[in-house]
């Protein structure tokens, strides 16, 4: 399974951006798909997660301004990012659960300036 996001790039506090994640190869074998952020200095974080049925949870300080969906027609997943903050700059990773395995993508940096 290959991932590649697309979607960051500068955006002034309280705008918006939306993420795509595109999936390619053994698709049929993923569960779920999520949403991760890096900042400088810190660990990876969960932001978000999407299951292949459309349940999905979010990272406590990010709900209501988050929202992760997933079309299924094609190999898509996205993360709609509302009311950004400066503490939202971050790497953001995509992530595919399959039966046996885990994917990541490359990341796309999100910078948000105050």
């Known amino acids: 399974v290959q991932l590649v996001e697309a979607g960051g790039g500068l955006v002034q506090a309280g705008g918006s951006l939306r993420l795509s994640c595109a999936a390619s190869?053994?698709?049929?074998?993923?569960?779920?798909m999520a949403w991760y952020h890096q900042a400088p200095g810190k660990q990876r974080e969960l932001v978000a997660v999407i299951t292949r049925g459309g349940s999905a949870d979010y990272a406590d300080s990010l709900k209501g301004r988050f929202i992760i969906s997933w079309n299924d027609a094609k190999n898509t997943v996205y993360l709609q990012m509302n009311s950004l903050k400066p503490e939202d700059t971050a790497v953001y990773y995509c992530?595919?659960?399959?039966?046996?395995?885990?994917?990541w993508g490359q990341g796309t940096q999100v910078t948000v300036s105050s």
């Open positions: 190869g053994n698709i049929f074998s993923i569960n779920a």
């Open positions: 992530n595919a659960v399959g039966y046996f395995d885990e994917y």
